[in-house]
């Protein structure tokens, strides 16, 4: 075991990697979670009306419409998106400008390909996919008008692809935030106009929008070509194919996942019982995934950058962790509290009855802040049998324990199978990534973690307290501690203590 002075001396070696220090991870972190925020609050008022004019039922379809899709799309796309950010960002790092645009061709050829192989999927499977989900046919023509949507959505993830290739993070977050509040200016006018008949036009509109504030952005740097005859770029696609073999399959497990148990509620319950649970998973998971917002276009880089250098690895592996657990840990804790209030804001009364399963459902977004940066190590490595069977391992165990959860619990039961899904995960990452690429998490790391979670819990005993004012006191100090616990790592591992100081200071100055 090292010395505290050895130890010392080590973390002052890896903080000269300043890709891996708290400072660069809470910068991205920020600019990006900053963004989400603004998301988060276009979303809260596109969300208040769309519960106003389609009500639980219409959001059940909507949500249901969506991962359908997702799952169309996730099969047909190869996984280009993901498996060409590794290679853009080698490239842009040796400075070979030629092979960049050479190789952004080949992404958007191939793009392109199975952007229409995906439309033309779920157009001749309309029928089925209706009937799957469903049980009859009713929703077929739905499924055939939304294959633009598929098409659209995986030309979107290929230009997704260029910009964090390029490391155009800045630009990332400007169409995000552009996106946010034209994806709201179209929403709310056609759901008042059509009402439960306006899903459609909503899913192909929005996703059009931003499609095309992607595409806008990637053309800066490369302008759009194709070749689409040229056999050189088609022979050369294999490549492209063979890497995202294991991400799609992922994904094709992953939304099959999804989609089941989506499936499950409606045939077993109704349409608004799934729309309350897609309610509850959105108000916990889906916001509280602001905090993930670097980890795809900044974290793994850095990670995959590490290369064989286990110490360095495991060092942004520690540092990604903490930050995280030390962001979601209080916002879980404060959201939580404030979540009838919240559903009064974003939805309608009607909705508070999701309450319950958000509650039981927030321990699955701490599970994941833990083991996320863990389970990254796979792809890093180009380990991808790894990555696949471990997410067919918890793709299983979701929907067991989530089903189950919902057969004998309802909403609340199913929103506690989705949180024992997670800590399965965490187990089964830590246990198999630790004995295959030698991660090991620090004590001071284990200790944050543990102290935070013992918090949360309290913070959800607090939560779920039925008199506003003890709900408040209880809540109000855990909350507190929490809070004063991250703050105190971040003002003194960063500098943003002293950025604070400075703001301040120029603020006092102009008045």
Known sequence: MLSQAAYAAEVSLFMTHKDDSYNHVLKYT??????????????IIRNKFTA??????????????NRTTELIGNTTNFGIAFSAVRHLAELKERGEQKALTLYVKLIRTWTLLTALLGALTCLILSPWLSHLTLGDYHTAKGYALLSPMVAMTTLLGGEAAILKGMHRLRRMAAVSAL???????????????????????????????????????ATRDFPYRVGLFSKR????????????????AAGILGSGAEMG???????????????LYTAGFTLIVSYARLVFVAMDADYFPRLSAAGDDIERRNFAINRQIDVLVLLMAPFLILFTLCLPLIIRLLYTPEFLHAVPMALCAAGCMFFKSVYAPISYLSLARGDSIVYLVMELLYDVVF???????????GLWGAGLGLSLANLFDLIAIFTVYSWRYGF??????????????CLLLVGLFAAAQPVWGAKVALGGVVFTISAGLSWDLLRRETSIAARWAALRQRFLNKK
């Open 261 to 275: 148990v989506r499936s499950f509620m409606v045939r077993t319950s109704s349409l608004a019982e799934a729309g």
């Open 179 to 217: 996106g946010a509040l034209l994806t709201m200016a179209v929403t709310i006018p056609l759901y008042w106009w059509l009402g439960v008949h306006g899903v459609i036009p909503v899913l192909l509109s929005t996703t059009a929008v931003v499609f095309l504030l992607n595409l806008h952005a």
């Open 440 to 453: 090991k998490m620090e004590r001071t790391t284990l200790r944050r973690c543990v102290l935070q979670f």
């Open 233 to 248: 770029l088609l022979a050369q696609g294999a490549h492209l194919l063979k890497l995202g073999s294991a991400y799609i």
């Open 399 to 409: 929907v067991a324990a989530v089903i189950a959860g919902f057969y004998y619990g």
């Open 30 to 43: 920020g600019l990006l979670g900053g963004v989400q925020v603004f998301y988060v609050l276009m979303s």
């Open 52 to 65: 106003l004019f389609i009500g639980t039922w219409g959001m059940g379809l909507a949500d249901l419409y």
